[in-house]
């Protein structure tokens, strides 16, 4: 018993209390009620398409709407082309056809909340890699009507890190509330990069964790993340996202 005590103690310090303090946070925020009423205009972030020659891939983040926003993010994907003058959007949506292609500006407001440029691959090594992301996106095993699940997934966060995972030289992990991105698919149990770099473990995107150069130390607990940024040293806090040392 005196165990058990330690480790609820220990899950609510760690998991409930960060999330708690975000919610309590989020709650006394001026928000949209609807999301007709929310801003999904370009954040002016990325330069025009065609102000560049240069391949690239990003990958962004920003914080959901609704009562989710409190604990939650919506990841998605950006490339273009070697010359192209144009991007490219990927995102996972709950309604309609799963895999949506440029429904919203590239670096748009999400829910009027600011998106955050996770990773940013360009040049040769962009134009390499495009093809292998576009591979993965095609590969994705829940694109059809119906492939959605807002917990524990499959979701868009779900979508989105399984490219990563596919494409591992991308280097990016998504932050860590991104709730979803945990989910491995078809039931796995475990998954190693293709590069033996990093390890996935999960029991259905609900209880796991993940170890390696790119994920550092994380501890997943009913989709919330907390752990150690060990490349670029941070911690990774639930609900809350990385803070940087």
């Known amino acids: 018993m005196k165990y058990l005590k330690r480790l609820l103690l220990i899950i609510f310090i760690v998991y409930l209390l960060p999330t708690f303090a ?3 946070w989020w709650a006394i925020q001026e928000r949209p009620g609807r999301w007709s009423e929310a801003r999904w205009s370009s954040a002016r972030i990325l ?13 962004f983040s920003a914080t959901t709407g609704g009562l989710k926003g409190a604990v939650a993010s919506h990841a998605w994907i950006v490339t273009k082309e070697k010359g192209a003058d144009s991007y490219t959007r990927y995102d996972k949506v ?3 056809s799963p895999i949506r292609r440029n429904h919203r500006p590239p670096d748009a407001y999400w829910y009027s909340n600011p998106p955050q440029l996770v990773k940013a691959v360009t040049g040769v090594e962009a134009e390499l890699l495009i093809p292998k992301v576009e591979g993965a996106i095609a590969a994705y095993p829940y694109a059809e009507p119906g ?15 399984f490219v990563l995972r596919s494409v591992p030289e991308l280097g990016a992990v998504l932050p860590p509330h991104a709730v979803g991105r945990d989910y491995l698919p078809d039931g796995d149990f475990v998954h190693v990069d293709a590069d033996w770099r990093d390890v996935h473990v999960t029991l259905g995107g ?8 790119r994920s550092g130390i994380e501890l997943h607990f009913l989709g919330l993340v907390a752990g150690l940024d060990l490349a ?5 806090v639930p609900a809350v996202g990385r803070i940087g040392f």
């Open 22 to 24: 975000s919610a309590g």
């Open 94 to 96: 709950g309604w309609g």
């Open 232 to 236: 670029t040293p941070g911690i990774k």
């Open 147 to 161: 492939g959605y699940r807002i917990f524990p997934g499959p979701n868009s966060n779900t979508f989105v890190a």
């Open 206 to 213: 609900l209880l796991g964790f993940s170890a390696g150069v």
């Open 47 to 59: 330069p025009e398409a065609s102000e560049s020659e240069e391949a690239a891939v990003y990958i």
